[in-house]
C-alpha cells in the first residue's frame, strides 16, 4: 500500500490542475512553459515564453520559497499561473502560485519515479492550457472579445475580478448572465478560446431600497404652521379724507 503523500504526490503529478469541485466554482488558473526572468527584486519579472514573447509576472508568497531553494531560473519549467487582465492597460499579467517539477515534491519513492516518467511528457502538451469559470458580462462576436467576471473567495463579501479573453461563443440565443466554463490557450501573450460551455444562469440579488429618512417631529410642525398661516396683505396707500376736503373748499 502507498502512503499518504505517495497518494498526493500522485495526484499532484496527475493533475496540475484538477477538475471543478462544483459545477459553478469560479477559477482562473493555466500553465505556461517558460523562463522566469526577475527584474529589481526576485518576485517581479517577466515569463520569457519564446524569443518573440514575454508576459508581466509576479512571484507569489507560496511558491517564494520553492523557487529559492530548488528552482534554477536560468531553465525553462512548467509554471502554475493565475491570469490577470490590466484593466486600464488591457494586457495579460501572470500570477506564478507554482511549478509543476516532480523532483520539487520531495518524493524519492519508486512510484513516484514511475509517475514521473508517465506524465512529464503528458502534462508538458498542456503547456498554455488555462481553466477559465465565471460569469459573461461581456461578448462581441464582431470583436471576437470575451469578458468573464470571476468571484475570489468564499466570503460573504467576495471581491471579483475580470479576465478579458479572445475568441467565439457557441451559438446560443443567451449568453450574458451565465455560468461559463471555458478552455482556453495562451497564443503569444493572449489567451485564445479553444472550448465553451454555458452552464447555468445566474441570480443577482438586487439591493433593498433605502427607507426615506423619517423627519423630526419638530420640523413637521413648523411646516404645518407655516402652511396654517396666511400672508398678510400688503396696504394700499390712499389719500385721507381731510387732504380731500381742503381741495374741495379751494375750489
Same mark, same amino acid.
Given at each position: 500500500?502507498?502512503?499518504? *503523500?505517495?497518494? /498526493?504526490?500522485?495526484?499532484?503529478?496527475? /493533475?496540475?490542475?484538477?477538475?471543478?469541485?462544483?459545477?459553478?466554482?469560479?477559477?482562473?488558473?493555466?500553465?505556461?512553459?517558460?523562463?522566469?526572468?526577475?527584474?529589481?527584486?526576485?518576485?517581479?519579472? #517577466?515569463?520569457?515564453?519564446?524569443?518573440?514573447?514575454? &508576459?508581466?509576472? &509576479? +512571484?507569489?508568497?507560496?511558491?517564494?520559497?520553492?523557487?529559492?531553494?530548488?528552482?534554477?531560473?536560468?531553465?525553462?519549467?512548467?509554471? !502554475? =499561473?493565475?491570469?490577470?487582465?490590466?484593466?486600464?492597460?488591457?494586457?495579460?499579467? +501572470?500570477?506564478?502560485?507554482?511549478?509543476?517539477?516532480?523532483?520539487?515534491?520531495?518524493?524519492?519513492?519508486?512510484?513516484?519515479?514511475?509517475?514521473?516518467?508517465?506524465? !512529464?511528457?503528458?502534462? /508538458?502538451?498542456?503547456?498554455?492550457?488555462?481553466?477559465?469559470?465565471?460569469?459573461?458580462?461581456?461578448?462581441?462576436? &464582431?470583436?471576437?472579445?470575451?469578458?468573464?467576471?470571476?468571484?475570489?473567495?468564499?466570503?460573504?463579501?467576495?471581491?471579483?475580478?475580470?479576465?478579458?479573453?479572445?475568441?467565439?461563443?457557441?451559438?446560443?440565443?443567451?449568453?450574458?448572465?451565465?455560468?461559463?466554463?471555458?478552455?482556453?490557450? +495562451?497564443?503569444?501573450?493572449?489567451? =485564445? &478560446?479553444?472550448?465553451?460551455?454555458?452552464?447555468?444562469?445566474?441570480?443577482?440579488?438586487?439591493?433593498? *431600497?433605502?427607507?426615506?429618512?423619517?423627519?423630526?417631529?419638530?420640523?413637521?410642525?413648523?411646516?404645518? /404652521?407655516?402652511?396654517?398661516?396666511?400672508?398678510?396683505?400688503?396696504?394700499? #396707500?390712499?389719500?385721507?379724507?381731510?387732504?380731500?376736503?381742503?381741495?374741495?373748499?379751494? *375750489?
Amino acid at each position: 500500500m502507498f502512503s499518504q *503523500n505517495q497518494t /498526493n504526490t500522485e495526484t499532484a503529478l496527475q /493533475n496540475p490542475i484538477p477538475p471543478p469541485t462544483h459545477e459553478t466554482q469560479y477559477r482562473a488558473i493555466g500553465l505556461v512553459w517558460g523562463t522566469y526572468q526577475p527584474q529589481e527584486k526576485l518576485t517581479r519579472g #517577466r515569463m520569457k515564453l519564446s524569443e518573440q514573447a514575454s &508576459v508581466e509576472t &509576479v +512571484l507569489l508568497g507560496r511558491a517564494i520559497s520553492v523557487v529559492k531553494k530548488y528552482i534554477n531560473l536560468e531553465q525553462p519549467h512548467l509554471w !502554475v =499561473v493565475y491570469p490577470r487582465t490590466r484593466q486600464k492597460q488591457d494586457y495579460l499579467h +501572470l500570477q506564478i502560485v507554482g511549478i509543476w517539477e516532480p523532483t520539487t515534491l520531495h518524493e524519492s519513492s519508486q512510484r513516484a519515479e514511475q509517475l514521473q516518467a508517465e506524465t !512529464v511528457s503528458q502534462v /508538458n502538451s498542456q503547456a498554455g492550457y488555462f481553466s477559465i469559470r465565471g460569469e459573461l458580462i461581456f461578448y462581441s462576436e &464582431v470583436q471576437q472579445k470575451i469578458i468573464i467576471k470571476i468571484k475570489r473567495g468564499t466570503s460573504e463579501k467576495p471581491t471579483f475580478f475580470k479576465l478579458k479573453l479572445n475568441g467565439t461563443l457557441p451559438d446560443e440565443k443567451e449568453k450574458l448572465g451565465w455560468f461559463w466554463d471555458l478552455d482556453a490557450q +495562451l497564443k503569444g501573450e493572449e489567451l =485564445v &478560446v479553444t472550448k465553451a460551455q454555458k452552464i447555468s444562469p445566474l441570480t443577482h440579488q438586487k439591493k433593498p *431600497n433605502r427607507a426615506p429618512k423619517k423627519q423630526s417631529s419638530t420640523s413637521s410642525k413648523q411646516k404645518e /404652521n407655516f402652511s396654517q398661516k396666511s400672508p398678510k396683505p400688503i396696504p394700499r #396707500r390712499t389719500k385721507s379724507r381731510s387732504q380731500g376736503k381742503k381741495k374741495m373748499e379751494s *375750489n
